[in-house]
Structure formats: structure tokens, C-alpha cells
């Protein structure tokens, strides 16, 4: 009998967190505000956070916040174009901000982040039963691959300078999995192919 491989073969591209908020007014057709947040545990940039926002609160245009730029760009020129190509534009400036985790992933989970001119909040609560995603490069034809735990959230929301979105999470099946617009998605690795 053949030995279990016990260690994925490919390059580790970054590990930590991306969990998202995505809400919408018309129960999914286009979206209101899009939020991604990251918590970088280990990349080659560092580590840090790293929050890109589309948001009705600021216009059309997209932001980026960071407390270390590099990661920042990093995720820009990797990750997020595979996610949401307007987010990797290295045109935008990065923000200098401060994060910070509070609330119980078994209740209500907030990330607060904060510059010199912004407070953003998002909150994810009323969390489903988590589950494991394994996708390997080449899936959906992404050149990267992700291994993330996501605990989706039936209910969550955006605060930008005291202004809550009214636009909401809507019903999101992955991979027959029942999910929602927004996760919490901790744990997350991802990997390229080694050389």
C-alpha cells in the first residue's frame, strides 16, 4: 500500500485570515459594499493586516487600509486579483490604520479598524456550522490554491464613521455547502506551485 502524502507539495503563498463581508440590496444581483479583510500571519512581505473596502459610504472608488503597506501590496500583486481585480489596482494608496479583534467566534466576531480620518466596523453574527474548503492550484482555474475553515454569518454589517449599510447578507451555497455573502475565513493558507 501506498503512503499517504502528509505534506501538501506546493509553496506556501501566505497564511492567516480572509474573511469578507459582501452585502447587497437586491438579494445578491450586484452588491452595496464589498469588504475584505485580512490577517496575515506569515507571507514573504511580513505579517499584518490588510482591509480593502468597495463601499457606498465612499464612493465609487476603492480603499485600502493597512498597518504594514507591504503586506498591503503584496496581497495586491497575489491574492486579491484573483478575488476582486479592482482591489489589486497598486494605483490606490494604502491608509495607515490600527486593527483590532473583538467578540467570540460561538456569538458575535467585530474587526475595528481605525485611521486618522475613518472607523470602519464589521460585525458577523447569527455564525453557521464551519467547513473546511480544499482547493488546489489549478482549481477554477485559479493559478493559487486556498485551504480555509469558513463560518458563515446569517447576519452581518458594515459601520463606516457611525453610518451602518442598510444592504444585507444574502444566501450563499459553496461547493453544496450551505454559506452566505459573508464568512469569517480563518485558518486560511494560501499555496502555488513549488518553482
Not at 485570515?17 to 506569515?42: I, Q, Y
Not at 463560518?151 to 444585507?168: H, M
Request: charged letters at 20%; one cysteine or more; aromatic letters at 10%.
Amino acid at each position: 500500500m501506498a503512503e499517504a502524502q502528509m505534506v501538501d507539495p506546493h509553496d506556501v503563498v501566505m497564511t492567516g485570515e480572509n474573511s469578507f463581508v459582501r452585502l447587497s440590496n437586491d438579494g445578491g444581483a450586484t452588491l452595496a459594499e464589498r469588504v475584505s479583510h485580512w490577517r496575515v500571519l506569515w507571507s514573504p512581505a511580513g505579517q499584518g493586516h490588510a482591509l480593502f473596502v468597495q463601499s457606498s459610504f465612499i464612493g465609487k472608488a476603492c480603499r485600502i487600509y493597512a498597518d504594514n503597506a507591504s503586506v498591503a501590496r503584496y496581497l495586491q500583486r497575489t491574492i486579491e486579483p484573483l478575488l476582486y481585480k479592482e482591489f489589486g489596482d497598486l494605483s490606490l494608496p494604502v491608509v495607515d490604520a490600527e486593527f483590532r479583534r473583538t467578540g467570540s467566534s460561538l456569538s458575535t466576531v467585530e474587526e475595528r479598524i481605525v485611521s486618522s480620518e475613518d472607523e470602519i466596523i464589521l460585525s458577523w453574527w447569527d455564525l453557521m456550522a464551519p467547513f473546511v474548503l480544499t482547493m488546489p492550484p489549478g482549481a477554477m482555474n485559479r493559478p493559487l490554491g486556498v485551504y480555509s475553515t469558513f463560518i458563515p454569518a446569517r447576519s452581518a454589517q458594515l459601520c463606516v464613521n457611525g453610518e451602518f449599510s442598510g444592504a444585507k447578507v444574502f444566501p450563499q451555497e459553496r461547493f453544496g455547502k450551505p454559506s452566505s455573502s459573508c464568512c469569517l475565513a480563518w485558518s486560511e493558507t494560501w499555496t502555488r506551485p513549488r518553482g
